[in-house]
Each structure stands twice: as structure tokens, then as C-alpha cells.
């Protein structure tokens, strides 16, 4: 049970804090609980803090909107937050489809896909800022925001709040994609919210540290990293993962069975 | 033959290439798909939503209006729904809007989609200045044109004798019997859709349409002479040159030709 825990100590917490914010969305809807009431795009916590999407704001920004103040305070909120913890921890604490991949990832692993594939990842993760630029651009041409007419991630979220319709369908695609096509594909390759985030995430204070004192080579971590070029300092340098494109997401502190990496915060890294 | 190392350089401008090529393409299948998205014009709206082209580029699809709404009027697109993804919308004829006094909906609209100022007279919230829609009756298959009593859109109508009004008219047919039939006022209906829910027929033969596609425009160029007000219209008017070919000669000389054959 220990070792249970010790292993999947931040696993647990994130499913517990993924699942549990969607319970509390989706009672803001139905039952009308007044904890967080909307959605990933915006809400409101008890009905007094706003909280918004930093990333639509900005396509309505491109897209010639006048922006609201309580659209700005929210986006300020959310901003600060994700600054201070680590842009990405949206993406591996938060957002839903993170489970779809995990998901994925896994089956990817059962089924020894890797094996079939090889090693090679095919496409660029730096689509993700291409996709990020063309989504701002289009939302300037357009008139709208492009990414949120799109967003699988909106469209499920909305879905499970809202009712799903189709969007189960984005779902199954994204879980085929990222199982058959590219690993990692959507989360770690194309998703412009989670590039916009890794820009965020350059700043941010809490770090994955690597002591390489403590590290036997075992490379448990990179195998579970969902973006394993930031653990390029594994078993060479005592650093910590400086990269935005961390989604802090703590499985590669749990796997290590050295004691190599841990949670620091930054400003007492530099000392 | 050799194979030639490739510079550094050819690398970087291959891949800035291959970047700029994919993004090319996948702007165009992504802006294809969004003109497809937002093509429909029949959506209603809340009430003191923006104009629609504002109002997709305002609304970030949170919801909230939807949560305030106490009669489960307002809906979110969905995938398979054909409609602009994650916009609020209603469909009368299911739940129409009951016209709270309070709008719950609108004030807690974070981006201002759902306009609050458009909704509000002397500093207070008047549902009554809503525009969500216009009512339109199709004479048709309205079964009060037919001679058959009926009055439900009348009698539904939030704004009684002011959005709907019955027009009294002798039935030739019967000689003894009137046919009462709604007309509706466009500068009093707000589109709140009761009238739509109350038809009783078995398509409604009174239905929503939103303004813009609700209503014509007569242009500034045609003015009710028997009325003062309208002639300052004709400031705005625009007037309409065109040129033919008989405006080249004199119009004397453009009578005289050309006309022997007639006689």
C-alpha cells in the first residue's frame, strides 16, 4: 500500500483533481452548486472570482474584440496562477483530454506499439507554435476565434458539462491518433493551448529537479515523460527541467526509484 | 556519384519551408471549416446579444448564460448540432425566452456578448427593449386568416396589444362572421418566442426569424410624401445616376427619331 502510494502518489492526485473538477462543473450545471460555474473558457468560483482563458482572450484580442473587465480580471487570474506553478500544469492537472492521451499512452505501452514504429517521432513538437501563430492569424482574418470553434479540448469539457453530442467523436480521434499515428501526437505535438502554455511556463517557479548524484541510468522517467526532451539532463547535469514545455505532472519523480528527481522551486535553485 | 553534405543552411530553409507549407495548409482546411460553421443565419440568440458577426468573435462559449437561464431556454451548440460550436442559442417552439424581468442571462455574461446596456432604460434592466428575433406570421397556414377563431399567439404574447394586435375584417364568405387576425408590431416584439411555443398549429404558422433576416428595407429613396417626419429620410438618400443611350441626345430630338415607322 506504501508503495502503492509512493509510486502513484501525483498520478492519483492528478485524476483526483481532474475528475473532481469536472464533478464540480458539471454540478454547477445540473444541481447548480455555486463552487466553479462555466466552463474551462470561463467560470466563476463561487460565483464572485472570475476565471478565464487567457489563450481565447487572445484570439478574441486578434479577432478585433472590445474585451470586457471581467473577462480581463479573469484572465489576469488565471495568468497568475499558471505563472507561479507552471504553465503546462494546466494541461496534466486540468484539462480533460489529458486523460484521453494517458490513455492512449498506455495502450501504447501494453501493446508494445514502439516495437512497430520504431523510434522515430515523425513530425516537429514545434507544431504546436505553428499551430498557435495560424490560429491567431486566422482568428484576424476571420473575425473570430479560430481555436475555440475547434478546440477538442472546449468541445469535450463543454461536452461532459453541457451534453456531449458528437463530441465523443473528437475523443475517439485524438485517443487513434496519438495511439496509432504519433505518440504523444496531440498533447505533445499539435495542441496550440498547450504551446501557448509552454510560453507561460518559461517563467514559472515550481521545477521537476534532477540531482544526478542519486541517477542509476535506469531512464524509467523518459519512458513515462509525455515530452522527454526536457529530461534531456537525465544522468549528465544536476539541473532542474527548465523547459515550458514540463507539464509538471510529477510520473517521472514517482517512477524514479533513486530518489533523483523532486519538486524545487526555482529562486532557490539559483542560489 | 558522391553524396554531398547538406549545409546547415539548405536544412533551415528546407524546414522553415516544409513549417510554412503544412501551416498554409492546415489554415486552409481549418478556415474552410469555420466558414462552414458559421454560415447559418437562423440562430436566435439571447437576448442583448451582439450583432452575430460581434457576437462570434465576443462569446468565449463559457456557458454561464446557459447556467443562469431558470427555464432551460438557452442551449450550447454541440458537435452534429450545425451550429457555430459552443454558442448559446434557443429554439422558441421547444422553451421559448419567458422574458424574466431580471435577464438573469445577461449580466453574467463575462465578455459582454450578451450586452447588458442594450437591455436597459433609465438604469434599469427592461427585457422589453430585447431584440432577439421578430415574429412572422405566415397567412397561409394561419388558421385566423382562414375564418377560424383562433387568438393563442395574441393571447401568449408577454407584451399584450402591443408586439401582436387583432385586425377585425368582414367574412364575405359567411356574411355574418369577422376574421380576426394577429399582426405583429415590429418596433414592440422582442422575439422571446411565446407566441411561436403557443400556435397551435401543427407547424407554428407564427415563428422567430431574427431581425436581419426577418425584415426588409424600403432604402432612403422611397418616402411617405403624406408624411412630414419621413422626408428627412431623403437626407441620407443617395441619388441614382444612370446613363442610357437616348439620355445623349436632347429629349425632343430623341421623340422625333427613329418613330417614322409608326405612322
Same mark, same amino acid.
Given at each position: 500500500m506504501v508503495k502503492l502510494w509512493e509510486n502513484y502518489r501525483y498520478l492519483i492526485l492528478r485524476r483526483l483533481t481532474q475528475v473532481g473538477l469536472l464533478v464540480l462543473y458539471f454540478g454547477g450545471n445540473v444541481w447548480g452548486w455555486t463552487v466553479l460555474r462555466g466552463n474551462l473558457s470561463s467560470s466563476k468560483i463561487f460565483n464572485t472570482i472570475p476565471v478565464s482563458d487567457p489563450y481565447a482572450a487572445l484570439q478574441m484580442l486578434a479577432a478585433g474584440a472590445t474585451l470586457a473587465t471581467d473577462l480581463l480580471i479573469g484572465v489576469a487570474v488565471t495568468t497568475i496562477f499558471y505563472l507561479l506553478i507552471g504553465g503546462r500544469a494546466f494541461c496534466s492537472w486540468v484539462c480533460p483530454i489529458n486523460m484521453v492521451t494517458d490513455a492512449a499512452n498506455y495502450t501504447r505501452r501494453v501493446l508494445d506499439i514502439k516495437r512497430v514504429q520504431g523510434n522515430k517521432q515523425p513530425a516537429s513538437r514545434n507544431i504546436r507554435y505553428w499551430a498557435l501563430g495560424l490560429s491567431l492569424v486566422i482568428s484576424a482574418v476571420m473575425g473570430l476565434t479560430a481555436f475555440e470553434f475547434i478546440s477538442p479540448i472546449s468541445m469535450v469539457h463543454r461536452g461532459i458539462v453541457f451534453g456531449l453530442g458528437f463530441g465523443w467523436a473528437a475523443i475517439v480521434v485524438i485517443f487513434l491518433f496519438d495511439l496509432l499515428i504519433l505518440k504523444n501526437g496531440w498533447c505533445g505535438h499539435v495542441c496550440p493551448l498547450g504551446g501557448f502554455y509552454s510560453l507561460l511556463g518559461k517563467f514559472s517557479l515550481i521545477r521537476v529537479h534532477h540531482n /544526478? @548524484? %542519486?541517477?542509476?541510468?535506469?531512464?524509467k522517467c523518459k519512458v513515462v515523460c509525455p515530452e522527454q526532451q526536457v529530461l534531456g539532463m537525465v544522468g549528465k547535469e544536476s539541473l532542474p527541467?527548465?523547459?515550458? /514545455?514540463?507539464? %509538471?505532472? @510529477?510520473r517521472c519523480i514517482e517512477v524514479? =526509484? =533513486? =530518489?533523483a528527481l523532486g519538486f524545487s522551486i526555482k529562486s532557490l535553485v539559483k542560489k | 556519384m558522391e553524396k554531398k553534405n547538406i549545409s546547415d543552411r539548405r536544412k533551415f530553409i528546407f524546414n522553415m519551408a516544409q513549417g510554412v507549407g503544412i501551416t498554409v495548409l492546415g489554415g486552409f482546411v481549418w478556415s474552410a471549416f469555420i466558414d462552414e460553421a458559421k454560415a447559418s443565419q437562423l440562430l436566435l440568440r439571447p437576448p442583448g446579444a451582439l450583432k452575430e458577426k460581434d457576437f462570434l468573435r465576443t462569446c468565449i462559449k463559457c456557458g454561464l448564460c446557459v447556467e443562469a437561464c431558470p427555464y432551460d431556454t438557452l442551449m450550447l451548440a454541440r458537435p452534429g448540432d450545425h451550429r457555430p460550436l459552443g454558442t448559446p442559442y434557443f429554439i422558441p417552439r421547444d422553451i421559448p425566452c419567458y422574458? #424574466?424581468?431580471? *435577464? &438573469? #442571462?445577461? &449580466?453574467? #455574461?463575462p465578455t459582454g456578448a450578451l450586452n447588458e446596456k442594450s437591455v436597459t432604460t433609465d438604469g434599469h434592466l427592461n427585457i422589453k427593449v430585447a431584440d432577439m428575433g421578430l415574429a412572422v406570421v405566415d397567412a397561409e397556414s394561419c388558421i385566423a386568416f382562414w375564418g *377560424?377563431? #383562433?387568438?393563442a399567439c395574441y393571447r401568449a404574447c408577454p407584451i399584450f396589444g402591443e408586439a401582436i394586435t387583432i385586425e377585425y375584417q368582414k367574412n364575405e364568405r359567411t356574411g355574418k362572421h369577422a376574421y380576426m387576425t394577429p399582426i405583429v408590431h415590429s418596433n414592440a416584439c422582442t422575439g422571446c418566442g411565446l407566441c411561436e411555443h403557443a400556435c397551435v398549429t401543427e407547424k407554428p404558422a407564427i415563428h422567430i426569424l431574427p431581425r436581419e433576416v426577418a425584415m426588409g428595407k424600403a432604402g432612403d429613396y422611397y418616402i411617405k410624401g403624406w408624411d412630414k417626419k419621413d422626408e428627412k429620410r431623403l437626407k441620407n438618400a443617395k441619388a441614382i445616376k444612370s446613363t442610357t443611350e437616348i439620355n445623349k441626345k436632347s429629349a425632343i430630338d430623341s421623340l422625333n427619331s427613329g418613330l417614322k415607322d409608326l405612322y
Open positions: /544526478e @548524484a %542519486n541517477c542509476t541510468l535506469c531512464m527541467v527548465l523547459s515550458g /514545455e514540463c507539464t %509538471n505532472c @510529477a524514479c =526509484d =533513486d =530518489d | 422574458m #424574466c424581468p431580471d *435577464i &438573469p #442571462c445577461v &449580466p453574467v #455574461c *377560424i377563431q #383562433c387568438d
